[in-house]
């Protein structure tokens, strides 16, 4: 038995017990989160918009070229956490941005 000494975990997204090495191996490649052009997002740059954005619950809309500053990366590789000065909270989507 080849996996026989492989530890197994949980994975909740699947709802499924998975090798450990697996999933490892599925977070590395999940860990590298890309703009719309292609470019390596890392927690602290700054994006700036590619299109006019409906913020959802705040009645307000975000302009293409607004920049946002100091993103954080999230769990997700299609989503960035930002801050800015009229909304809080505001998660992005990574296709709709492109890194200065």
């Not at 703009?35 to 740059?45: E, F, S, T, Y």
């Not at 619950?57 to 590789?77: C, H």
């Amino acid at each position: 038995m080849a996996d026989g000494d492989d530890d197994y975990v949980y994975d909740e997204a699947t709802g499924e017990w998975r090798p450990a090495s697996e999933l490892a191996a599925a977070a590395a490649l999940a860990a590298e989160v890309r703009d719309a052009a292609g470019n390596v997002l890392k927690n602290g740059d700054s994006v700036t918009l590619i299109k006019d954005l409906k913020v959802k619950g705040a009645n307000q809309t975000l302009k293409q070229g607004t920049v946002i500053r100091s993103i954080r990366l999230t769990d997700n590789p299609e989503e960035i956490d930002c801050r800015h000065d009229a909304i809080k909270g505001l998660v992005l989507r990574t296709e709709f941005v492109r890194k200065r």
